[in-house]
């Protein structure tokens, strides 16, 4: 069939006003597979109104040039960068007008009559929450008829290798989950689960994972024959040109979804049929508020820096403040209601804007990283501007025309102060993090140790070696002890390489990795331990030290950390400079009596409330004022 003719059918079809469905794919370096795939999509589709989105996800320039060149029916959206699988999509779906969104793979060509079928269950099937079509390899054999999982979250592809006319794999049922490689959902739902969720970037699991949130709405994901579509697989994945590396991906992401879903792989039944979260509204409506925008380069996650990041909005929004988050590039509200769920915060009503598009004045700026090109631009914007300074090096870009700094650490301020009695720089401004308080509870192990922080291997790390040869040397002298380690990890290989290390080390010891684990198990590993150790450098901001102080643990922090909260060798915690040290005091704590126990954490729960959601507004109001 000729281009022409494919483009005549597609017009009847095609509403990029009025959508039944809005198609989203991702492109990232395939631009040919992408705008084929758009081809058969312009030929297969009919019966229902559609568009289609195409989200460029950093591709290359001359890939992306020859993906705007093709003048096929479809929208595209550029990103800047790669947002890896499960972001991309949820930013794609953001422009989805239909009341369904299906998220296809660029490597799929879609059979005749494959859309009908895919939609109509959700009309005959009232629990019907995601559906999945047949999967049909390029030489004609079966790739899946849905999907099963095992205790071990093991996926089992029904029908792999089979013939795809067998009967078996020719009639509807209910299954596990279906491949994101085309999925359909209605949109209100694919929100209301907060879509694909950030914990398993860059790539494995996020699609078994949406349909377990979405089972645990009581809605079932159906496996559709009727619907048929060929599937390449692993084309843009498996491109050793795109540098990507997923080595130990699958088995890591496997083991994020077992800590997550352990009793439905158990019992094949959620614990509960309603939803974990519902989105909030993240659009601001226009108003007479005063607007404050807060400026951070970081990742957010469920990690130190965006739990500080959203304790400053919750403060300026119960101060009346309008609140913008500002990133580097576009960021999706669904990952902004995942972090606040796994972080516990409630999320207010806020805008978020990529740093370009950031054009108008505010009164209040916050900016949590270094200067920038950006920061620089939009500090201009601003009547009042406060740089967060969480490491000494961070003062050399410092200048007089930033009225204030604000700083978590004491020690980190006094040092700053000393620099600008000669700078004539701004001065430092003190305020202590806000934590979430933990449940103090009493009964809790004695010898359970609790650590918490990113698995990354850098200076701000949590040295995480260190403490496994700490521990290894308190096993050998014949303690009965735990160690748990709790903390996020980014998506690039080195940091996977360097938690695999971790786990090798610690392999023959009773130490537990607790990797972007659900609140319920963080809360319920703080609450079940009574030492809490920090061994790195640099705490940022030391919410997690707090965090645990709050539920009762007695903390053991090294020395002169930047950033530490006020730990008071024997009154409310400890501090250790050598591996010697660290072990003498966790001894001493193992040995000491109930009621000198019961002291320290009252007293280290005591510092802990100091460091309140209602005490940290306080502070920002009196800086504010």
């Excluded at 950093?58 to 040039?65: C, D, K």
């Excluded at 909260?565 to 010697?580: C, H, L, Q, W």
């Amino acid at each position: 069939m000729s281009t022409d003719s494919i483009s005549s059918r597609a017009d009847i079809w095609y509403d990029a006003t009025r959508p039944e469905v809005s198609i989203v794919i991702l492109n990232w370096n395939k631009a040919q597979l992408t705008i084929n795939c758009v081809k058969s999509l312009m030929e297969h589709t009919h019966g229902a109104r559609y568009e289609i989105i195409v989200v460029d996800n950093g591709s290359r320039a001359e890939e992306y040039a020859l993906l705007c060149a093709f003048e096929g029916p479809h929208r595209v959206l550029r990103l800047a960068v790669n947002r890896f699988f499960g972001e991309g999509n949820n930013l794609g779906s953001e422009m989805a007008k239909g009341e369904f969104v299906v998220f296809m793979n660029n490597d799929v060509t879609v059979n005749p009559d494959w859309l009908g079928p895919l939609i109509e269950i959700f009309r005959v099937e009232p629990l019907c929450g995601a559906a999945g079509p047949k999967f049909v390899y390029p030489h004609g054999v079966l790739q899946e008829a849905g999907a099963l999982l095992d205790e071990q979250g093991d996926a089992v592809q029904i029908g792999k290798f089979q013939d795809p006319s067998d009967p078996r794999f020719n009639r509807m049922r209910v299954v596990d989950y279906v491949s994101a490689a085309c999925v359909a959902m209605r949109k209100k739902v694919f929100d209301r689960v907060l879509g694909f969720d950030f914990i398993y970037e860059p790539a494995y699991y996020e699609d078994v994972d949406l349909c377990l949130k979405v089972g645990a709405l009581g809605l079932k994901t159906f496996y559709v024959p009727q619907s048929c579509i060929v599937h390449h697989e692993n084309a843009t994945t498996g491109d050793p040109s795109n540098g990507l590396d997923l080595s130990g991906l699958v088995a890591l992401n496997r083991a994020k979804l077992v800590d997550r879903w352990a009793h439905f792989l158990r019992t094949g039944r959620h614990l509960e049929a309603t939803p974990s979260a519902t989105a909030p509204n993240l659009t601001a409506a226009e108003d007479t508020r005063l607007s404050a925008a807060i400026y951070t380069a970081r990742r957010i996650d469920n990690g130190e820096a965006s739990r500080f990041l959203f304790s400053i909005v919750f403060a300026l929004h119960a101060l009346g403040y309008r609140i913008s988050i500002v990133t580097p590039e576009r960021i999706s509200p669904l990952r902004i209601n995942q972090v606040g769920e796994a972080l516990g915060f409630p999320i207010p009503p806020l805008q978020l804007l990529p740093a370009a598009q950031m054009h108008s004045p505010v009164e209040v700026l916050v900016t949590l990283d270094g200067a920038s090109e950006q920061t620089e631009v939009i500090r201009r914007l601003a009547r009042k501007c406060y740089r967060f300074v969480d490491s000494v090096a961070d003062m050399s870009f410092v200048d007089n025309s930033e009225r204030l700094i604000v700083s978590a650490s004491r020690a980190l301020a006094m040092f700053v102060d000393e620099i600008d009695i000669e700078a004539g720089a701004a001065r430092v401004h003190v305020i202590k993090p806000a934590v979430i308080p933990g449940r103090f509870t009493v009964e809790r192990s004695r010898m359970t140790i609790i650590s918490a922080g990113p698995f990354t291997d850098d200076a701000a790390s949590s040295h995480h070696s260190f403490m496994i040869e700490a521990f290894r040397s308190l096993v050998k002298r014949g303690y009965h002890a735990e160690l748990h380690f709790v903390g996020s990890m980014p998506p690039d290989s080195a940091s996977r390489r360097y938690f695999a290390e971790c786990r090798a080390l610690a392999a023959d010891l009773p130490v537990h990795f607790h990797l972007d684990s659900p609140q319920a198990i963080r809360r319920a590993v703080l609450e079940g331990a009574s030492i809490y150790w920090h061994a790195g450098e640099d705490s940022r901001f030391g919410l997690n030290v707090i965090e645990a102080m709050s539920s009762g643990a007695i903390p053991i922090v090294r020395r002169d950390t930047l950033n530490s909260p006020d730990v008071a060798a024997g009154v409310n915690g400890f501090s250790f400079s050598t591996e010697a040290e660290l072990c003498g005091l966790s001894e001493q704590l193992f040995n000491a009596s109930d009621d000198a126990i019961a002291q320290l954490r009252t007293e280290a729960r005591a510092e802990a409330d100091r460091h309140s959601m209602q005490a940290f507004t306080q502070a920002w109001q009196a800086l504010l004022a």
